[in-house]
């Protein structure tokens, strides 16, 4: 059975957050959910692939099966037991820049495996479980895929089940600010440069320092500084992005709580309130000055999206 399951002409639309994986000491465990967004929405045709696509990265992304959003509602299908796909209309409005740590392939695969599932007839739906394990298989962790789904700070972890995520409420003073280079650092090189093994000691302040992140991003702000050191994977990524490097080092050395988003290279602020956002946006031109002539900087000051992905049925059309 196969694209006779689909109804011809159905439309679903999916906004999906973008993500920060990591959050300093918790690696590939604890992921954030930005609200700074990704648009996609599906029509069903008799056959073929077509695409509208605008915005980040819209011009280097493949028009055909290769793209990651109809990979994505690929592997969907076929976790439902549906081997042959319906012809797609794809349009796409991304914000979510491309290679620079802010999840931006987790949010295409959230969009493609939530508007693959609500495409599906009720008998064949996956279920949230499912979706995750199918989202997580493709991304091959869950730090950017379950804060995406989920909003919120998520805490994700693997048993012999698969995968499990526990979302929690971030407080309210705590304004993510991101600045984002205009150069990109591929996830693969970043894993590379990882040791197979690190001290006992470093493994130590790090699971330390997680175990505090939780407890200041959801009770206490004022402890991200500390709870933001990290051991485990930024000191060894450093010479692959050395300028995003020093701006985290200066960040922390003024008492701002700068981590790397993800595999970077984006720099992230886990500003305590408005006043210190400002500060933030302030100490980052500041200290990117002496960079101007060979990287340019884009400052965002966001919010922590608390929702998660949200689908829409017969949505209006996407604009470029």
């Given amino acids: 059975m196969g694209s006779e399951l689909f109804e011809i002409g159905r439309r679903v639309a999916v906004t999906v957050p973008a993500s920060t994986g ?14 700074h967004h990704d648009e996609l929405a599906v029509t069903v045709l008799e056959g073929g692939l077509e695409f509208a696509l605008h915005g980040e990265g819209s011009e280097a992304v493949p028009r055909d099966a290769g793209h990651l959003v109809v990979r994505a509602m690929r ?45 599906l007839p009720p008998e064949r739906a996956l ?6 394990q199918v989202a997580a298989a493709m991304e091959g ?16 972890w693997a048993d012999g089940e698969g995968w499990s995520s526990a979302p929690v409420a971030v407080h309210e003073d705590v304004v993510p600010v991101v600045a984002i280079p205009d150069y990109e650092v591929p996830t693969r090189l970043a894993r590379s440069l990882l040791p197979a093994q690190v001290p006992h000691h470093d493994a130590a302040v790090n699971a330390g320092r997680a175990a505090l992140l939780v407890e200041a991003m959801t009770r206490r702000p004022e402890l991200l500084l500390p709870a933001t050191e990290d051991r485990l994977h930024q000191p060894y990524r450093a010479a692959a992005m050395p300028p995003s ?18 595999a970077g290279p984006t720099v992230l602020v886990l500003a305590a309130g408005t006043g210190a956002a400002a500060e ?35 949505p209006q059309q996407i604009q470029g």
Avoid: C
């Avoid at 797609?88 to 999840?103: C, D, Q, S, T, V």
């Avoid at 279920?127 to 995750?132: D, F, Q, T």
């Avoid at 302030?282 to 608390?306: K, N, Y």
């Fill in 22 to 35: 990591n959050v300093g000491p918790g690696y590939d465990s604890l992921g954030l959910a930005l609200a």
């Fill in 141 to 156: 962790h869950p730090d950017n895929v379950a804060p995406s789904l989920y909003g919120g700070l998520v805490i994700s």
């Fill in 75 to 119: 592997a969907a299908f076929r976790a439902a037991g549906v081997e042959e796909m319906p012809g797609l209309r794809l349009e796409a409005r991304n914000r979510i820049p491309h290679g620079r740590g802010m999840g931006s392939s987790a949010s295409a695969v959230v969009a493609g495996v939530l508007a693959a599932e609500a495409l």
């Fill in 245 to 262: 490097a020093r701006l985290v080092q200066g960040l922390r050395e003024r008492g701002l709580p700068a981590v790397v988003s993800g």
């Fill in 127 to 132: 279920g949230p479980r499912r979706v995750l």
């Fill in 280 to 314: 933030a946006e302030r100490a980052v031109a500041e200290l990117t000055a002496p960079d101007a002539g060979s990287v340019a900087w884009r400052v965002l000051r966001l919010r922590v999206d608390g929702q998660g992905a949200k689908l829409e049925e017969h």
